[in-house]
């Protein structure tokens, strides 16, 4: 990667970013010519493969992009040092609704590129993905308080049930088109209220 990408104007960087999303989140990776690219973000494809060397570098560079953008506003709204699981997720929920507003297609690109079976980038895809998730759910798994949740609860099998169904509605809305914020927000916050009444202690 040509470092000049990093000297542009922050709004121009963001430009080219969301242009990889948007192509990249529509169509399959082999399928996703950098012309199309270029021209969704205002430039040449010349001066596109000035800043990136070759489409699996740019592919990468949104991925980690995706990765170091949601672990810092993740952080941000302070979702890793919670003992409440809920409180975690509902601010991780904020958190999400904040960066899908910067970057509107990250979300479909990062569940695209999760599924890509493309033999030139899924490999590093799912290592970068173990590198980046799987440490911060653990150490985010860490800080709950066990006693939160109802007796003699599966709590690893909780935690699958919930990713499982959080990526199966998220697929769904991808497939849809695009993701309409307002209800996202809406079928989450209630998402969290059922798991809330099936799975806390009741006081």
């Known amino acids: 990667m040509n470092e000049r ?6 709004e121009k960087q ?9 192509v990249f989140s529509q169509n399959a990776y082999q399928n996703s010519p950098m012309s199309q690219i270029a021209e969704a973000a205002g430039i040449s494809k010349s001066l596109l493969f000035h800043y990136f ?3 699996k570098e740019l592919y990468l560079f949104l991925w980690d992009k995706c ?3 949601t672990i810092a506003y993740l952080t941000k709204y302070g979702c890793y040092g919670q003992t409440s699981l ?3 997720m509902e601010r991780g929920m904020r958190a999400k609704m904040e960066i899908i507003r910067l970057y509107p ?5 990062t569940i695209k590129a999760f599924y890509e079976k493309d033999p030139d980038i899924s490999a590093a895809i799912q290592e970068s993905y173990r590198k980046y998730f799987h440490l911060k759910a653990d150490q985010t798994r860490l800080n709950l308080d066990p006693e939160q949740f109802i007796p003699g609860l599966d709590i690893p099998m909780m935690y699958r049930e919930m990713y499982w169904a959080s990526e199966g509605y998220l697929w769904e809305m991808v497939q849809r088109g695009d993701v309409d914020m307002d209800q996202l927000e809406q079928d989450f916050s209630r998402l969290i209220d059922f798991w809330k009444s099936i799975y806390l202690r009741k006081e």
């Open 5 to 10: 990408f990093f000297s542009l104007p922050a």
């Open 53 to 55: 060397h070759n489409k």
């Open 86 to 88: 809920f409180e975690s």
């Open 105 to 109: 297609h990250m979300a479909n690109f």
């Open 67 to 69: 990765a170091e953008t």
């Open 14 to 22: 963001q430009a080219i970013i969301n242009a990889g999303y948007r």
